[in-house]
Nanobody, 114 residues
Framework: VQLQASGGGFVQAGGSLRLSCVAS????????MSWYREAPGKQRELVAS???????NYADSVKGRFTISRDNARNTMWLQMNNLRPEDTAVYYC???WGAGWYMGQGTLVTVSS
């Protein structure tokens, strides 16, 4: 299984980015898809997750600014990030779970300047 994340880049504080994650396997069978991030010198943290039924969960630090979504017909998950802050700078990873298997793709770097 491959998860291809894209959409990272450099943006000024207050700007927006949209991350995408395309899976090589049908996401219709994935009960949970998530975005994690890892900032320099910090532990990896869960940013947002979405179940197959559409239930979402967000880290407190991104609530009201980030929106996670998925389209199983396109095997794709997105993370819309608005009002970005310098502390959002990190490598963002997409993950997906199919049954007992959990997979993580390569990261995409998001850099937010002040």
């Amino acid at each position: 299984v491959q998860l291809q994340a894209s959409g990272g880049g450099f943006v000024q504080a207050g700007g927006s980015l949209r991350l995408s994650c395309v899976a090589s396997r049908s996401t219709g069978a994935s009960d949970n898809m998530s975005w994690y991030r890892e900032a320099p010198g910090k532990q990896r943290e869960l940013v947002a997750s979405i179940t197959n039924s559409g239930s979402t969960n967000y880290a407190d630090s991104v609530k009201g600014r980030f929106t996670i979504s998925r389209d199983n017909a396109r095997n794709t998950m997105w993370l819309q990030m608005n009002n970005l802050r310098p502390e959002d700078t990190a490598v963002y990873y997409c993950t997906a779970r199919w049954g007992a298997g959990w997979y993580m793709g390569q990261g995409t770097l998001v850099t937010v300047s002040s």
